[in-house]
């Protein structure tokens, strides 16, 4: 885990307190944040997932769409440098481009493009973060085996086209797009990547965690806000009762979700291929994303018909929450993937 009282994590934590709002790529490119997870030896900082997580939390308190952005560009960096700079890649850093990774799927599950015997990449990616503008992708693919591998990409060659996707109500900023592919070249990796696969999931859920906190502390800092300005009945909000309730429901919601996140990023610490941890991690995100959605709700209903109006944020934050907690795939299959393994214990 990283010292926080360490210089570099002290220069990061400054580096996210210049951050605006909602800082276009070209502001995260200029701060550093882009190479976050870029191996030092590829031309990166080299931080890890831990730090990215950090980063995502504090980005998702205003715009959790830019914190997606962001997390997607990690998430690709995470899978491909997850064992070091391949050596493909030692001649040719690639600091400040930026990646793409799929999102709301089941990487074991999901019907990934296919390999061909020439080593040619086929098919379709649905709901790439960062495909609109992405210059590489990261993805996973099935070889002609059935076995799974990691599969590295430029956009912009023969065979890559973007399309438009569908359109989802949440994450506005992610830049998700849709790529079709069509015997596509590019850098494939493919060993012991079932346990690395599982290492990556347990990072991302983190990250994940992490955005779902940094929401659920922006819902409440607004709703504190309107309650203590707002005016009704003759008096402050405040001083009605049930706005005092959902106020604390929403601070135990918050306390609680960054309890788990504490937890899970210690998970992280552990040996890889540790299951008991994977799953921790895993069920972790399952309690923070209910927690998410349950205080996004109170924080649309506490603010009346002004919870639906977008000067507050509030509505785009109860959908952001919705899809974050399905950036891994739909909550009720990892649901029931959780609880198999419990009953296998």
Not at 200 to 220: D, I, K, R
Not at 308 to 325: E, F, I, S, T, V
């Amino acid at each position: 885990m990283i010292d926080w009282m360490d210089e570099s994590a002290a220069e990061l934590m400054g580096v996210v307190e210049q951050l605006p709002q909602a800082p276009s790529p070209q502001q995260m490119r200029d701060l550093g944040l882009m190479d976050l997870c870029l191996p030092e030896a590829a031309g990166g900082i080299g931080m890890g997932a831990e730090a990215l997580a950090r980063v995502l939390e504090a980005l998702a308190q205003h715009d959790a769409g830019s914190a997606a952005w962001l997390y997607g560009h990690g998430a690709a960096q995470l899978a491909w440098y997850g064992r070091g700079v391949p050596d493909g890649d030692a001649e040719a850093p690639l600091p400040g481009q930026r990646w793409a990774w799929p999102g709301f799927h089941d990487v074991g599950r999901h019907d990934w493009p296919c390999v061909d015997r020439k080593g040619l990449v086929s098919g379709r990616l649905s709901a790439c973060l960062l495909g609109q503008t992405a210059d590489a992708v990261v993805t996973p693919v099935r070889m002609p085996d059935g076995q799974l591998a990691l599969f590295h990409f430029q956009v912009a060659q023969p065979g890559v086209v973007r399309q438009a996707g569908a359109r989802f109500m949440g994450l506005q900023a992610a830049g998700m797009a849709d790529l079709q592919l069509t015997q596509v070249g590019g850098q494939l990796q493919c060993d012991q990547l079932e346990a690395r696969l599982q290492g990556l999931a347990s990072q991302l859920a983190a990250c994940v965690m992490a955005m779902l906190c940094g929401l659920m502390h922006g819902s409440l800092q607004t709703a504190q806000t309107y309650a203590t300005e707002r005016h009704q009945g003759g008096g402050n909000l405040l001083g009605w009762g049930e706005v005092r309730r959902l106020l604390a429901v929403q601070h135990e919601r918050l306390s609680m979700a960054q309890a788990a996140l504490s937890s899970a990023l210690r998970a992280l610490a552990r040996p890889p291929g540790d299951q008991d941890a994977a799953s921790r991690v895993q069920a972790l995100l399952l309690q923070c994303g209910e927690a998410a959605t349950a205080l996004a709700t109170d924080g649309v209903q506490l603010l009346g018909g002004n919870g639906y109006m977008k000067d507050y944020g509030q509505a785009q934050r109860l959908c952001d929450a919705w899809q974050l907690q399905g950036l891994m795939g739909p909550a009720a299959q990892r649901r029931q993937d959780l609880l198999a393994l419990c009953l296998q214990a």
